[in-house]
């Protein structure tokens, strides 16, 4: 059964970045069946998607955040630059499963990871 | 992105009572819609893709319907297990797979 845990820093200091990975365990990460994302949830409030990258390397972001954003496949890695007390949220990774051309959604998550903004 | 507007933001049923979220599209998106269930201290479950389509597993109380801008989530008879906060999702990711706001569904 496939399981993902996020891990990397817990506390980032304001202007730095931020630096998750995602350990993928009972399936492996390069599979063409599957993609992978990254979603947070910052506290008291909803989910947000940050972005989604595919096998080929592809990755799509949310509009507001792509400048700040980078998702490497190899590693399932999600690094977000100059962060702020904004970027404070639980920050799960998860598998997307396309259903067709276009389109899909996240059928795997992890537990997610706190990560806080703050000097 | 396309925004996704969820309504009511929270409820409150009692047990066996149907329970109805709506998302509202800011364009049409065709049937692409996909809704979450959100318990507390646990990771997002998929419920449903494509407006209407359960996951495997999904108790059959769970239904989704619409096409265009709106859609509608409903819980035929809400059980004691159902206690989550909802998201709906546009599913499109060239568009953004931008999240509704949420409907934290509560027992009366």
């Known amino acids: 059964q496939l399981q993902l845990q996020e891990s990397g820093s817990g506390l980032v200091r304001p202007s730095q970045t931020l630096s998750l990975s995602c350990d993928v365990s009972?399936?492996?990460?390069?599979?063409?069946?599957?993609?992978w994302g990254w979603i947070r949830q910052p506290p008291g409030k909803g989910l947000e998607w940050i972005g989604t990258i595919f096998q080929s390397g592809t990755t799509y972001s949310k509009s507001s955040l792509s400048s700040r954003v980078s998702i490497s496949v190899d590693k399932l890695s999600l690094r977000v630059a100059s962060v702020t007390a904004a970027d404070t949220a639980l920050y799960y990774c998860a598998r997307f499963r396309a259903y067709s051309r276009g389109r899909g959604g996240f059928d795997v998550w992890g537990q997610g990871k706190m990560v806080t903004v703050s000097s | 992105d396309i925004q996704m507007t969820q309504s009511p933001s929270s409820l409150s049923a009692s047990v066996g009572d149907k329970v109805t979220i709506t998302c509202q599209a800011s364009?049409?998106?065709?049937?692409?819609l996909n809704w979450y269930q959100h318990k507390v201290g646990k990771a997002p479950k998929l419920l449903i893709y494509?407006?209407?389509k359960l996951e495997t597993g999904v108790p059959s109380r769970f239904s989704g319907s619409g096409s265009g801008t709106d859609f509608t989530l409903i819980i035929s008879s809400l059980q004691p297990e159902d206690i989550a906060t909802y998201y709906c999702?546009?599913?499109?990711?060239?568009?953004?797979?931008?999240f509704g706001g949420g409907t934290k569904v509560e027992i009366k």
């Open positions: 999702q546009h599913n499109e990711y060239q568009w953004g797979l931008t």
């Open positions: 364009q049409d998106i065709n049937n692409y």
């Open positions: 494509d407006a209407f």
């Open positions: 009972g399936g492996s990460i390069n599979t063409r069946d599957y993609s």
